[in-house]
C-alpha cells in the first residue's frame, strides 16, 4: 500500500519570523517529504511565503491582544483551520501559538503536537515585581495546556528545558533541546578584517530585553573616553511586543550621535561583514540566531551571560560573556577587543569552526525531521491508513 503524504503545519503568529528563523525547517522537512503548510498572519512576508512553494494559511492571531472575545475568535478559528486542514503535525512557534495551538489541536484530534518555545519570552525576562503573577498564570496554563495536546515540547537551551520540567510545565521525557533552526553557512561566510573606523553592532528587535539601553550607556561610555569606533543597532521595531523601544526614543538616540540605526535589513550578511565587533546584551535569550550568523561571519561577540547567550559564546573562545544589565562591564569588554585585533581574529576563526559543526542546517533540520518521524510513530499514526489520506 502505498504510504500518504505527512501533512505538517507551522503555526507562527509573524510572517516575517517564520521567514527569518523557521524557512530553512520547513524547507527541509518538505525535501524530507512532508506536504508542508504555514499558518500565520500573512503581512509584508506573505508573498514570499508563497512563492518559495508553501500554502499559506491566514489567520487573525495577535501576539499583543488581550481581548478575552477576540482570544476566544482566535482559538476558534484555529480549531475550524486544524479540522478543515487535518495536518499529522502541528508544530507551534512561541507562547500564544503553544497555548492557542494546544486546545485547537486537542479539539482537531490532531496525532502529533511540537511545541518548541524560541526562548521564556517577556514574562520570564521582566522584574520579578511586576511578572510573578504573570508568570503563575502562564505556567498553570502551559502545564494544562502541554498535558492537554500531548506535546513534545522543544528547547533551545538546557536552562530553559530544566525550567520548564521544574515547574512541572512537561516531563523530562517530553522535553528535547534543539539547537534553534540551523545557520546557513553558505550564505554566513568568514569576511574579510573590515578597514577603517571600527563597527560595534548590535542586531536584534528594538525591544528593551535585548539590552538596547546598556549597549546606549556603554557607547556614551566609550565615547566619552574617546575610543574610536561607530555603534550601529540594526533590527526592526516590534511595537506588538510589551518591551518594544518607541521609535521616538531610537530617534532622539541618532539625533544625539551616539548610534547609528540601520532598521530592519534583509542583507544581514553583508551587515556582519562591515562590523568588527557583534554584541547582544539581552536579558535571556532561547537561541540567539544573529549571534551564530555573525559566529559564522568569523566575528568576535559580546554577550550576556544567560540562558541562549552562553550557547552561542564560548567565554574566550569566539568572545566575551559579560553580567547581564551591565553597561560599564559592556564598554569594557567592547574596548578590550577594539585593542585587540589578534585576539578579535582568533575568536572569529573558532566562532566560524563552531557553527560549522553544532549549528549548520543540515544537522539541526535533519534532528527535527527525525523528530517528526519519530512523532508518528510513537503516536501511532499509520500513514496508509484510509482516515489519513
Not at 507562547?95 to 521564556?120: D, E, N, Q, R, T
Request: net charge positive; glycine share 6%; with cysteine.
Amino acid at each position: 500500500m502505498t504510504e500518504v503524504q505527512p501533512r505538517l503545519l507551522f503555526l507562527i503568529t509573524e510572517d516575517w519570523y517564520f521567514w527569518s528563523h523557521r524557512l530553512d525547517l520547513a524547507k527541509a522537512a518538505r525535501a524530507a517529504g512532508f506536504d508542508v503548510a504555514i499558518a500565520t498572519r500573512a503581512t509584508d512576508h506573505g508573498d514570499l511565503i508563497q512563492r518559495a512553494g508553501f500554502r499559506l494559511l491566514p489567520i487573525s492571531l495577535a501576539r499583543r491582544s488581550r481581548n478575552p472575545i477576540r482570544e476566544c475568535a482566535s482559538i476558534r478559528e484555529l480549531i475550524s483551520l486544524y479540522r478543515r486542514e487535518r495536518p499529522h503535525i502541528v508544530h507551534h512557534v512561541a507562547l500564544k501559538p503553544i497555548l492557542y495551538g494546544a486546545v485547537a489541536a486537542w479539539w482537531a484530534k490532531i496525532p502529533v503536537v511540537i511545541s518548541a518555545f524560541a526562548g521564556l519570552g517577556y514574562t520570564y525576562t521582566d522584574r520579578h515585581d511586576r511578572s510573578g503573577p504573570l508568570q503563575h498564570v502562564i505556567t498553570w496554563s502551559l502545564k494544562a495546556a502541554i498535558r492537554l495536546s500531548h506535546s513534545v515540547v522543544l528547547c533551545q537551551n538546557a536552562d530553559d528545558r530544566d525550567r520548564l520540567v521544574e515547574r512541572g510545565i512537561v516531563r523530562s521525557d517530553h522535553a528535547r533541546i534543539v539547537a534553534g533552526s540551523g545557520v546557513d553557512t553558505e550564505a554566513f561566510r568568514m569576511a574579510d578584517t573590515p578597514v577603517g573606523v571600527p563597527i560595534v553592532l548590535l542586531p536584534a528587535r528594538m525591544l528593551w530585553d535585548k539590552g538596547v539601553a546598556e549597549f546606549i550607556s556603554a557607547a556614551r561610555l566609550l565615547q566619552a573616553k574617546g575610543v574610536r569606533a561607530k555603534f550601529v543597532l540594526v533590527g526592526r521595531c516590534d511595537d506588538d511586543n510589551p518591551a518594544a523601544i518607541p521609535r521616538s526614543q531610537i530617534h532622539d538616540w541618532v539625533r544625539e550621535g551616539t548610534v547609528e540605526w540601520l532598521g530592519h535589513r534583509e542583507d544581514m550578511a553583508k551587515v556582519y561583514a562591515e562590523a568588527s565587533i557583534v554584541v547582544l546584551p539581552s536579558y535571556r535569550e532561547g537561541l540567539p540566531k544573529v549571534l551564530l550568523e555573525a559566529a559564522a561571519c568569523g566575528k568576535a561577540l559580546v554577550a550576556t551571560d544567560v540562558p541562549g547567550c552562553r550557547e552561542a559564546v564560548r567565554h574566550q573562545v569566539n568572545g566575551l560573556l559579560i553580567p547581564v544589565r551591565d553597561a560599564p562591564a559592556l564598554a569594557q569588554a567592547i574596548e578590550a577587543l577594539l585593542a585587540d585585533g589578534p585576539t578579535c581574529d582568533r575568536m572569529g576563526k573558532a566562532g566560524r569552526e563552531l557553527i560549522v559543526r553544532e549549528f549548520a542546517i543540515p544537522k539541526i533540520t535533519a534532528q527535527i525531521n527525525a523528530l517528526y518521524r519519530e512523532s508518528l510513530k510513537t503516536r501511532g499514526v499509520d500513514l496508509s491508513a484510509p482516515g489519513h489520506a
